[in-house]
């Protein structure tokens, strides 16, 4: 078979027409997320009694130790008033407010469990967060919200479940301070456990940031650090 140069195919492609093995180009999402705006979360407010009738709440945000939105609440019946207030540069505060309906869903051992009903006529969807847009007050689904860990590298999400069980074990979060002592009262077993799972997270995730740097890898994937357990 006789192959000729393709002077006009692009640079992805060999001389003989054939795909080269690209890296594989970063998705660039353009879906904003649910740090990106003002989250009302009730999550912890019913034990404390902020969804008590007559109950009155407030939330405040700041950036760099100054003020730039407030939350108001006040609970009436099975009625919330939301009143939110964002401070622009002009010194005329963007004002919105609106009554949502608390939700009641009974409890499997008792009791009853609230929620916000997203204010929008197409979804009416019983959530614990509603975040403020220029739409209104709106649930994740209304706003197409992706959570912060949606985007985040697959690397990175190793790193962040390592934090997690170091902060289970208390130890100071980031792996660059190295295994710390077993907490009192818990099983040798289960911090045997833990420690494994722990060096296994940070070693994926650092393996591939070594190869992409081009740095010396370990020589295996208990290079981080080991753990023994004493046999009572």
Known sequence: MHHCNLPHLPRDF???GKRLDMPARPRVCSKRTTEDLHEINIGGWQPRGLLKDGAQHALCWSRR???VARLDTCVRGDWILL??????????P?????RILLGRTPCNIGGERLWLTCPSDACQRLVKSLFISREGFRCRHCLDLTYPSQREHW???QFRKADAIRRKLGWELGFIHGLGPKPRNMHHQTYARLVRSHNRLVNTGARFYLQKFKCPLPPSENSYGRVTTRKS
Do not use: G, K, N, S
């Not at 963007?94 to 609106?98: D, K, Q």
């Open 83 to 92: 009143v939110y207030r964002r401070f622009t540069r002009t010194q005329i």
């Open 155 to 157: 690397a990175d999400r």
């Open 94 to 98: 963007l004002v919105y407010h609106e």
């Open 14 to 16: 060999d001389p003989h």
């Open 65 to 67: 130790e100054q003020a």
